[in-house]
């Protein structure tokens, strides 16, 4: 199908011709390579910076287009760039995307058969690529480090660089050896790139990585086209069916399950009421899971029911939704498990349903884990902050962003606490309970023991502490500690407490609870999760113009047939966004067809004329 030897003439004009500024390389490559006509947010300023051999941290979203900040730079150095990535899903995907664009790529794993690893080693040793994609155990083996070291090594990039900290949600041990990188190249740039770290997190990657002095480009981790929908339990299959058949019919999702037993029964339920569903998990044989995953990349409307075992490295981009049917075990998990919907920006749900057992289910995996006590503090400081995004009164995306460190100014207006509010009620006396006891106490101990002071229990750590001699020993003993939880959870939530994980758990105040104490502020808690009318509609997001469904239909089918003649993902021709702009717009011509954002010169090579061709038999059956 591709006409290789124009590709290789093509873009080695782009590897070898020196143009007047690094600046105006990049804006030809994203636009003649990637068919962009502009980078978003600091993705030219990360590119500038590792042309101009310097490292950088980059935190952007799922979807953020993190892999162009290395990409570009990739084609426009001379030699080969490593990129480090922790699966093997993720290593193919990237490849089979480059391939299509005519980029020279390839990836050495476990996977790959004799001839397919012979082949790529022979391309590599000959400077036949200009991007490799290893985990970080092969990169680091000493043969492999000896064929690079022959080689001009352009770039270093580090994806899903989160896997090296135990903060993290995915810890790798495997990654902390890549620290080993700078006595090796030393001389080479090196970029870290993850769509999830909180500031611990981070800290981690720049001591591990040996990235201190580096610039950190941190990009909005918003992702304003998802819907986050969060309720408690109650039925999940009906729910979830009401779910589907209401708001995705035919679209393609992951519904995410916390056991393997309720991955299977949920995939067999759901392909019982008509819908083409496949389970994914870590019980399953090798052979079954690849299977189900080529099936979901590879078709349109497949869900695929699974554990967290599935998603990282999926990279197709028109999942429509994301559901989970019991809680994750941190934040950082759940942005990244729902950052798998709606990749291309058009409109997705994030919908989840969770319940107290969930709660009691992950502190019982934390607490008979055999990590040590400094992991468990963290994990189950985690579940608290999963929680509180849960519980939380205020708007989901807010909360959720503010995790991150970042601060979303106004409501989203596109989460169900912003599109159906829940009731408040003015907490000011609680929360001045609350706090003052967290002070009373010293600001040294933990959750629990605070609410079993305001309790007024004679446990033998209050007896020990003499904290029943203390003024708030027993003020709460009109609510229940799992009211008191909630409470706390919100207080925490709001920013007037913070859990200290490296004095164990301990809650301190911040600056926000002294106008609270002094009654200069008052505080709204929620009530009991029941809803009140609907607010209003959600606000819209950025869509193509309006499109002719009909020829977006021929479009897709057309689409497939390509993608199934060359074995690979539909998405990784045209995006679905693509393709709507060509069945608004209707181009008639080559010129025509490069504006479509996501059409190269190598696609427009590849595919034009099929697409043309397509677009002006349906201009002239709409016609007659």
Known sequence: MQRTGSIAIYLA??????????????????????????????????IDKLLEGENALVLMPTGGGKSLCYQIPALLLDGVSIVVSPLIALMQDQVSALQQLGVSAGCLHSGLSEDEERSTLQQLRGGGLKLIYMAPERLLNPGML????????????????????????????????????????????????????????REDIRKHLRLETAPEFIASFDRPNITYRITERSGYKQALLTFLRQQHAGDAGIVYCLSRRKTDQTAEWLSQQGFEALPYHAGMSGAERAANQRAFINNEGIIMVATIAFGMGIDKPNVRFVAHLDLPKSLEGYYQETGRAGRDGLP??????????????????????????AVRRIEHAKLDAMIGLCETPTCRRQTLLNYFDEQLPEPCGNCDRCLEPVETFDGTELAQKALSCVYRTGQTFGMSHVI????????????????????????????????????????????????????????????????????LANVLLMSEPKRLPKAGAAKTVELPPDYDPELFERLKQLRLQLAREQNIPPYLIFHDGALRQMAALKPASHAELLSISGVGQVKLENYGELFLQSIHTHRQAAAT
């Not at 500024?21 to 636009?31: F, K, V």
């Not at 580090?158 to 896997?163: G, L, N, R, V």
């Not at 997705?348 to 006590?373: K, N, P, Y």
């Open 452 to 519: 079993d002071v305001l309790l007024g229990k004679e446990t033998e750590k209050t007896l020990r502490f003499d904290h029943q001699q203390l003024s708030t020993f027993g003020i709460g003993d009109d609510r229940s500690a799992k009211a008191w939880r909630r409470i706390f959870r919100q207080l925490i939530n709001k920013g007037y407490l913070f859990a200290n994980q490296e004095r164990f758990g301990a809650l301190q105040l911040t600056a926000a609870a002294k106008p609270v104490l002094t009654g």
């Open 348 to 373: 997705a749900s994030a919908w989840m349903m969770w319940g107290l057992q969930d709660v009691l289910t992950l502190r019982r995996f934390i607490s008979e884990s055999q990590a040590s006590d």
């Open 13 to 46: 004009d782009y590897y070898h011709a020196r143009m007047e500024t690094a600046s105006s390389s990049s804006q030809d490559i994203l636009r003649d390579v990637f068919g962009y006509t502009a980078f978003r947010g600091e993705q030219q300023a990360i």
């Open 146 to 201: 000896n064929n690079l070291h022959n080689l001009p090594v352009a770039l270093i990039a580090i994806d899903e660089a989160h896997c090296v900290s135990q903060w993290g949600h995915d810890f790798r041990p495997e990654y902390t050896r890549l620290t080993e990188l700078v006595e090796h190249f030393p001389e080479v740039p090196r970029i870290a790139l993850t769509a999830t770290a909180e500031q611990h997190t």
